[in-house]
Every structure is written in structure tokens, then in C-alpha cells.
């Protein structure tokens, strides 16, 4: 992927950003459980960064994909997961369906103030019943005159004890199951909206994570994003770019953690020489950081077609696998290097490795993965 002036200027205003308007309250935040959503994204608002691929006419910046890509690469420079995954959630999970197929009068509404930071959102998908099987969500919206109704509930919703709205998909008729569903604009004070808890995680800690319950929630019908029965289709459009944009927020979290276990395996001595001597460690850690450069090329090459107006599927659910993946194998075995610091809290690999944890889980589990390949690749057994 060729990098233009403009990229790499958008590199480091974000690296920048992260240094001095993030690490410096990383450890509080952790320790509280939650960071200030909206304080945060009003700053990034006004450095123009929640909307660089969304459309001018709404304050986005109209920028093609792979702006988003390094973006997410730099937050990747943040001392934790949390606060990036928030912020991914806010310009690439929750926003994009809306930009491409809400009607300007939504997208005035609702995308406008998300881009300007003056608002936080979230993605309503994942149910107690229904995670990585987003056919079998449950969450119901019936029209009543010029309203929906919704009842039902989400579980494990990123940003959802801050949001002032949700992109949520909801069943809209009793039509077969990738047919039923819309994605509707709830906002979260709308009455009938209850967040239940703030769910305690083993990691991720600064990313509030809440159960939501609907209780004849009543939405205007004008709400709908796009078609009725579309939401689906789109839900899955949006998962390409989340898993992209999962795939480029590991890139640099892994390279610091190597680089933090190279120092620090040069200042540990044990027998009277440096950890870092000896050759298995230094041979492991060459062969982790080509892993990585091998996960960034297959991140590029898939954003690269993805600009092109390609289907990325396939490679971007690659992408998501082995990010996941391979952030559970640099973690486990950085953190092996660390001796009994690395069992403790407070280092940048034990934060990996607890908050990494969730790239193999969230936005589609890695056994998804391996069926959506499995299904392009002609290899599922026949029923």
C-alpha cells in the first residue's frame, strides 16, 4: 500500500494524540473502568478524526479507506486496548451503514454530531442468545403506526453505559432469518431504554462494556437505516470494515511489545548474563516480528482491493483471525520472557495480554472466521 504525504501527516497527528491526550490518563481510566467517551471524542472531533471516510456534507472528511487504516494502526500506540477499541466503534462499527445507506435527514440526525465528537454511539448486534450467530438475535421491532416498537435486550456493548445512540439490528417482520432483519437508530434515552450493568472484564478495562434491555422502546419509523429487511446485508458490509480495522489496531501493539521485551530481556540478567543472549529468545522474537510484518502485508493488501471496490471478505476475515491469534502467541510469549514482572499488573505485555485476549472473540470469534473461509473455499461438508 503506497503511503501519500497526506497519510503519513494523519499518522502522526494520531500517534501525537495518543501520546499526549491519552497514555497520560491510561492508568486511571483502567483503574476506574471507563474514560471520559465524550470528552475524548469532542477533542477528536475537532482534529476532524471520527469522519475520514465519511461524507463531506455531514463534517466527514470524504476519504477513501485506507485513512481509517492508519488510524487504526496508530491508536495502536496506545498503553491500552480499551480506549482505541471505543473509538474504532465510534468511526468504523457503529457509523459506517448509517453513512452509506441512511437518509440524509438520519445522517444529519445522528452521523453529524457522532463525526463532530458531540455524540457517542455503539453497535447493538451481539444478544445473550446470539453472538457469533447473528441470525438468531431476537430483538424485535414491529411497527405501530409511525413508530417501532422494540423490545428484546444486547449484551456485551461496547461504549453502551455512555452512548446517546445505538446502531441496532432488530428483527422487522417474521421473514425468514437473513431477510427479517433492519438496523434501526435507537436513541439511548429514549424511554424503555435501560442499561442494565457495566459488565466487569478481565480486560479492556477503560472500554465500558454494558447489557441493554428494550422494553417498548418506540423509535420513528424514519429511523430505519436504509431498506427494511436490508439489515443483515448491511450488518455484514460493516463487519468487513471492523475486522479491518481489528486487523490494523494490532500492528503496533504488537511491535511495542516486542520492542518492550527486547529492552527489557537486555537489562535482565540471569546467570550473569542478559535473558536476551540467549538464542531462543532472540530467534523467537525475530520470528514473532516477522509474523507481524507477514499480518500487516495481508491488513494492506486487503484494504488496498478493498478501495478498489472489492470484496475484501475473504482477507478480511483472515485478517481478523490472525490478528487474534497472533496477539494471544506474542503476548503469552513475551510475557514468558518477563519472569515474574510479567505476571504482574502494571507492564505494557500483561496489558496485552489480557486486553488481546478479546481480538479472537469480539466482532466474530475466530471459528466464525474459519466458517466464513471454509464457505468461500468450497470446504463445508455438504448437508
Same mark, same amino acid.
Given at each position: 500500500?503506497?503511503?501519500?504525504?497526506?497519510?503519513?501527516?494523519?499518522?502522526?497527528?494520531?500517534?501525537?494524540?495518543?501520546?499526549?491526550?491519552?497514555?497520560?490518563?491510561?492508568?486511571?481510566?483502567?483503574?476506574?473502568?471507563?474514560?471520559?467517551?465524550?470528552?475524548?471524542?469532542?477533542?477528536?472531533?475537532?482534529?476532524?478524526?471520527?469522519?475520514?471516510?465519511?461524507?463531506?456534507?455531514?463534517?466527514?472528511?470524504?476519504?477513501?479507506?485506507?485513512?481509517?487504516?492508519?488510524?487504526?494502526?496508530?491508536?495502536?500506540?496506545?498503553?491500552?486496548?480499551?480506549?482505541?477499541?471505543?473509538?474504532?466503534?465510534?468511526?468504523?462499527?457503529?457509523?459506517?451503514?448509517?453513512?452509506?445507506?441512511?437518509?440524509?435527514?438520519?445522517?444529519?440526525?445522528?452521523?453529524?454530531?457522532?463525526?463532530?465528537?458531540?455524540?457517542?454511539?455503539?453497535?447493538?448486534?451481539?444478544?445473550?442468545?446470539?453472538?457469533?450467530?447473528?441470525?438468531?438475535?431476537?430483538?424485535?421491532?414491529?411497527?405501530?403506526?409511525?413508530?417501532?416498537?422494540?423490545?428484546?435486550?444486547?449484551?456485551?456493548?461496547?461504549?453502551?453505559?455512555?452512548?446517546?445512540?445505538?446502531?441496532?439490528?432488530?428483527?422487522?417482520?417474521?421473514?425468514?432469518?437473513?431477510?427479517?432483519?433492519?438496523?434501526?437508530?435507537?436513541?439511548? $434515552?429514549?424511554?424503555?431504554?435501560?442499561?442494565?450493568? $457495566?459488565?466487569?472484564?478481565?480486560?479492556?478495562?477503560?472500554?465500558?462494556?454494558?447489557?441493554?434491555?428494550?422494553?417498548?422502546?418506540?423509535?420513528?419509523?424514519?429511523?430505519?437505516?436504509?431498506?427494511?429487511?436490508?439489515?443483515?446485508?448491511?450488518?455484514?458490509?460493516?463487519?468487513?470494515?471492523?475486522?479491518?480495522?481489528?486487523?490494523?489496531?494490532?500492528?503496533?501493539?504488537?511491535?511495542?511489545?516486542?520492542?518492550?521485551?527486547?529492552?527489557?530481556?537486555?537489562?535482565?540478567?540471569?546467570?550473569?548474563?542478559?535473558?536476551?543472549?540467549?538464542?531462543?529468545?532472540?530467534?523467537?522474537?525475530?520470528?514473532?516480528?516477522?509474523?507481524?510484518?507477514?499480518?500487516?502485508?495481508?491488513?494492506?493488501?486487503?484494504?488496498?482491493?478493498?478501495?478498489?471496490?472489492?470484496?475484501?471478505?475473504?482477507?478480511?476475515?483472515?485478517?481478523?483471525?490472525?490478528?487474534?491469534?497472533?496477539?494471544?502467541?506474542?503476548?503469552?510469549?513475551?510475557?514468558?520472557?518477563?519472569?515474574?514482572?510479567?505476571?504482574?499488573?502494571?507492564?505494557?505485555?500483561?496489558?496485552?495480554?489480557?486486553?488481546?485476549?478479546?481480538?479472537?472473540?469480539?466482532?466474530?470469534?475466530?471459528?466464525?472466521?474459519?466458517?466464513?473461509?471454509?464457505?468461500?473455499?468450497?470446504?463445508?461438508?455438504?448437508?
Amino acid at each position: 500500500m503506497q503511503f501519500t504525504d497526506e497519510h503519513e501527516q494523519l499518522r502522526r497527528t494520531v500517534e501525537r494524540f495518543v501520546a499526549q491526550e491519552l497514555d497520560p490518563h491510561i492508568d486511571e481510566w483502567e483503574e476506574a473502568g471507563i474514560f471520559p467517551a465524550h470528552e475524548v471524542f469532542a477533542r477528536l472531533g475537532e482534529l476532524g478524526l471520527l469522519g475520514l471516510t465519511k461524507p463531506e456534507a455531514f463534517g466527514g472528511a470524504g476519504l477513501d479507506y485506507s485513512y481509517s487504516v492508519v488510524m487504526a494502526e496508530a491508536l495502536g500506540h496506545c498503553r491500552c486496548g480499551g480506549v482505541p477499541m471505543a473509538i474504532g466503534v465510534q468511526t468504523d462499527m457503529a457509523t459506517p451503514a448509517l453513512a452509506r445507506f441512511g437518509s440524509d435527514a438520519l445522517r444529519a440526525e445522528f452521523l453529524a454530531p457522532a463525526i463532530a465528537g458531540n455524540a457517542v454511539a455503539c453497535v447493538g448486534v451481539s444478544e445473550p442468545g446470539a453472538g457469533s450467530d447473528v441470525a438468531a438475535i431476537r430483538t424485535s421491532a414491529r411497527r405501530d403506526g409511525a413508530d417501532y416498537v422494540i423490545n428484546g435486550g444486547k449484551l456485551w456493548i461496547t461504549n453502551g453505559a455512555q452512548a446517546d445512540w445505538m446502531c441496532c439490528l432488530a428483527n422487522t417482520s417474521d421473514d425468514a432469518p437473513h431477510r427479517n432483519k433492519s438496523l434501526i437508530i435507537v436513541p439511548m $434515552k429514549a424511554r424503555g431504554v435501560t442499561v442494565e450493568r $457495566k459488565l466487569r472484564k478481565i480486560g479492556m478495562h477503560s472500554s465500558d462494556t454494558a447489557q441493554i434491555h428494550f422494553d417498548d422502546v418506540r423509535v420513528p419509523v424514519r429511523h430505519l437505516i436504509g431498506e427494511e429487511g436490508k439489515g443483515f446485508t448491511y450488518q455484514m458490509l460493516q463487519f468487513q470494515e471492523e475486522r479491518l480495522w481489528a486487523g490494523a489496531n494490532t500492528l503496533k501493539a504488537l511491535d511495542n511489545a516486542i520492542r518492550d521485551t527486547i529492552e527489557y530481556t537486555r537489562s535482565r540478567k540471569i546467570f550473569s548474563r542478559p535473558v536476551l543472549d540467549n538464542q531462543v529468545v532472540h530467534f523467537t522474537l525475530a520470528e514473532l516480528q516477522t509474523e507481524v510484518e507477514a499480518l500487516r502485508a495481508l491488513v494492506y493488501r486487503a484494504t488496498e482491493l478493498y478501495v478498489a471496490g472489492q470484496d475484501v471478505t475473504a482477507l478480511a476475515s483472515m485478517a481478523k483471525l490472525k490478528a487474534g491469534r497472533l496477539t494471544r502467541e506474542v503476548a503469552d510469549k513475551c510475557l514468558q520472557y518477563w519472569g515474574g514482572m510479567g505476571f504482574t499488573w502494571d507492564n505494557t505485555v500483561s496489558r496485552l495480554y489480557r486486553d488481546g485476549r478479546l481480538t479472537s472473540i469480539g466482532g466474530g470469534a475466530d471459528e466464525v472466521m474459519l466458517s466464513i473461509l471454509c464457505k468461500l473455499m468450497g470446504t463445508l461438508p455438504r448437508a
